[in-house]
């Protein structure tokens, strides 16, 4: 029998420990980055491709790039980017539509939210023009985000005031 020493058999059993513990590390990163790709395939996260259209919003509060256009409640588009107009202070709001969704020239898009504490998403009410919005055209017809907590501390005052 061969004459094993004690730090000998140690590193062995610490290096067959090591593989077992790499391996299911590597088991767990796997899974976790399944669980991200299955999550982001079903928000719809990705870019949508079509129309690109624009529209002016006096207050975008709460509105980020990447929040949903929907028309109806269903997610037609992606807000693509916001910029701020220096010659009339407005928030211009750039979004990109789907392709096969058929918008008319006369309708609205407003700055809403999905509730209290929801995310924020612009809804656009289509209008009855027979002629439709093309790539590059602006929504006229606005209203932008309303902020609530202001609301709420103008309702708090005027009833303090009202004692």
Do not use: C, H
């Amino acid at each position: 029998m061969k004459d094993v020493k004690a730090s000998e058999w140690f590193w062995e059993g610490e290096m067959e420990n090591n593989f077992v513990e790499t391996l299911v590390g590597a088991l767990v990163i796997a899974v976790a980055g399944g669980f991200l790709a299955y999550g982001y395939s079903m928000t719809d996260a990705g870019n949508v491709q079509g129309l690109n259209i624009t529209a002016e919003f006096d207050r975008v509060d709460g509105l980020a790039n990447g929040a949903d256009v929907r028309l109806s409640g269903i997610k037609v588009g992606t807000v693509t980017s916001q910029t701020l107009n220096p010659a009339n202070y407005a928030a211009v709001v750039a979004v990109a539509l789907s392709s096969d969704i058929k918008i008319p020239v006369d309708s609205s898009a407003k700055i809403t939210s999905e509730g209290l504490l929801g995310g924020t998403y612009v809804s656009v009410t289509p209008g009855g023009s027979e002629d439709f919005l093309t790539d590059g055209d602006e929504i006229q017809f606005t209203q932008g985000s309303i902020d609530l907590i202001g609301l709420v501390g103008q309702a708090i005052f005027s009833a303090q005031d009202s004692k």
